[in-house]
C-alpha cells in the first residue's frame, strides 16, 4: 500500500510521455482545385520569366484556391516573397508543378501539427532553392507559409503535447 501513491505517479508520468501532438491529414486536390493548382504552377513560371502582372495573378490564384483562403496580406505577402525570390530564375515546369503541390498543402492544411509545418516549410524552401533561389529568400517563403498555417490551422499544440 506504501508503493501505490509512487505507482499512480509512474504510471502518469508513463502516460503522457506517449502524447504528442497529432498529425493531420494533408490535403490533395480534388476536382477544380487540380485546375487551380495547375494554374498556380503557370504563374510561378510567369513570375520567373518576369512578367508584368504575374505576382498579382499568383496572389489571386492563391486566394481562390480553397473555399476559405489565407487572409489577404498573408496571400500578398506570399505571392510577393514568391515573385522576389524567383524572378529571373531558369524555373522548369516540374519545379513550378511541384512547388504549386506544396502551395496546396500550405493553403489547404487546416490540421497539420508543428512537426508536418516545419516540415512544410522546410520542404517548399528546398523546392524555391531547387528552382535557384537563394537560401535567405527560400526561408522568407518559408516563414509566410508558418503564418498562414498559424492564422488557418486548427491543430493547436496543447500543454498536454510532448515534443
Given at each position: ?80 516573397r514568391l515573385a522576389e ?9 516540374e519545379t513550378a508543378n ?51 498555417q498559424a492564422a488557418l ?11
Amino acid at each position: 500500500m506504501k508503493n501505490q501513491p509512487t505507482l499512480i505517479v509512474l504510471m502518469l508520468v508513463l502516460g503522457a510521455a506517449g502524447c504528442r501532438q497529432s498529425d493531420g491529414a494533408l490535403p490533395t486536390p480534388a476536382g477544380e482545385q487540380v485546375n487551380k493548382t495547375g494554374d498556380i504552377a503557370r504563374d510561378l513560371l510567369n513570375v520567373a520569366s518576369g512578367q508584368a502582372g504575374a505576382p498579382e495573378d499568383l496572389r489571386q490564384d492563391i486566394e481562390g484556391l480553397t473555399a476559405a483562403p489565407p487572409p489577404p496580406h498573408l496571400a500578398e505577402a506570399l505571392s510577393a516573397r514568391l515573385a522576389e525570390a524567383l524572378k529571373g530564375l531558369a524555373l522548369n515546369e516540374e519545379t513550378a508543378n511541384k512547388l504549386a503541390g506544396q502551395l496546396f498543402v500550405a493553403v489547404g492544411g487546416r490540421d497539420l501539427s508543428e512537426r508536418q509545418i516545419a516540415t512544410l516549410k522546410q520542404d517548399i524552401a528546398a523546392t524555391v532553392t531547387q528552382g535557384g533561389a537563394s537560401a535567405e529568400h527560400a526561408a522568407a517563403v518559408g516563414d509566410v507559409v508558418g503564418e498562414i498555417q498559424a492564422a488557418l490551422g486548427t491543430n493547436r499544440r496543447r500543454w498536454w503535447h510532448v515534443r
